[in-house]
Nanobody, 122 residues
Framework: EVQLLESGGGLVQPGWSTRLSCAAS????????MSWVRQAPGKGLEWVSG????????SYADSVKGRFTISRDNAKNTVYLQMDSLKPEDTAVYYC???????????????WGQGTQVTVSS
């Protein structure tokens, strides 16, 4: 089965840094682009960052550009989100996300993990 398991969340102070990890299993990780999305309290889902299958191309939402860095280690089936200069408005549940093509189909299907809570507060 497909599993995306986020970790690394917690309580951090404004201006500090933390790194989230997403351990993937159940699919050919190295062939898929991966993303991070987040949901702040009372808000909808917001796309945060994405990375190509080989890690050579990345993109970021304007709200995190210059502060967050996405990376991946295909040998470990893991994608990371390094978060620097954290702000209170970064407080959210962060989800690892991928559009996968299930066996026997030709069409992508969204998958995401259980999420990890990041709280930025002094």
């Amino acid at each position: 089965e497909v599993q995306l398991l986020e970790s690394g969340g917690g309580l951090v102070q404004p201006g500090w840094s933390t790194r989230l990890s997403c351990a993937a299993s159940g699919f050919t990780f190295m062939t898929y682009a991966m993303s991070w999305v987040r949901q702040a309290p009372g808000k909808g889902l917001e796309w945060v960052s994405g990375i190509s299958s080989g890690g050579g191309s990345t993109s970021y939402a304007d709200s995190v550009k210059g502060r967050f860095t996405i990376s991946r280690d295909n040998a470990k089936n893991t994608v990371y989100l390094q978060m620097d200069s954290l702000k209170p408005e970064d407080t959210a549940v962060y989800y690892c996300y991928a559009d996968l093509i299930p066996s026997g189909t030709y069409w992508p299907t969204p998958y995401w993990g259980q999420g990890t809570q990041v709280t930025v507060s002094s």
